[in-house]
């Protein structure tokens, strides 16, 4: 006997139900990433990411909603995915350790006004971690994106968007619309809402 569409529909109630906590509890922190984001856009900074697998995916899906468009027509936003430059990843790799295959670029092309969003579903990810280091030690803003907890990315990122949820598939499908949300709202302060970069 198919039982497929159970497990559908247990996979998306289970999703629904851990989406909607999440945003409920961490829409503040959402919408502060994006805030600051923007403010640091505005003095020539630029969002960099890091991330493995999956999340390495959505670094280059977020560098691409900033590079090009995202819902609005506006200008070139920059953002660099730290997971696209095979020579670099795997020099770094080879000659150092994979941990930090992602520190090094933030040592190379991070500056004080930039942001550091780092994804690890863990929150236990090596190189993750050590680029949230270099980059506080250079005065990012570092947002990290993780599952439940956070785990040890908690301790370098300033602000933490944690998902409720210790299943990869649910956390990881979460992450992508709070990457959408976080692309839209520095959109929205850039662009509609100029005069609330001004308030503080």
């Known amino acids: 006997m198919r039982d497929g569409s159970e497990l559908i529909l247990a996979h998306a109630r289970e999703g629904m139900e851990v989406r909607e906590r999440f945003f409920s ?18 003095r020539g900074g630029k969002v960099l990411l890091c991330g493995n697998g999956g999340s390495a995916a959505d670094c280059q899906h977020i560098a691409g909603e900033f590079v090009n468009r995202f819902l609005i027509d506006r200008p070139a936003l920059p953002a660099l995915a730290l997971t696209t430059d095979t020579s670099v990843m795997t020099a770094i790799g080879n000659d150092s350790s994979f941990t930090q295959v992602f520190a090094r670029q933030v040592e190379a092309f991070g500056k004080k006004d930039d942001v550091l969003f780092a994804i690890t579903t863990s929150g236990n990810s090596a190189n993750v971690l050590e680029a949230l280091r270099v980059a506080r030690e250079k005065e990012l803003l570092t947002i990290g994106l993780t599952g439940r907890g956070g785990g040890k990315a908690a301790k370098d990122a300033v602000i933490l968007l944690a998902v409720p949820s210790d299943k990869t598939p649910i956390i990881q499908e979460v992450h992508l619309a709070c990457e959408h949300l976080f692309c839209q709202l520095v959109d929205h302060y850039l662009f509609e809402n100029v005069t609330a970069l001004t308030q503080d």
């Open 25 to 42: 509890e961490s829409a503040d922190k959402l919408d502060e990433a994006a805030y600051l984001t923007a403010k640091r856009l505005i």
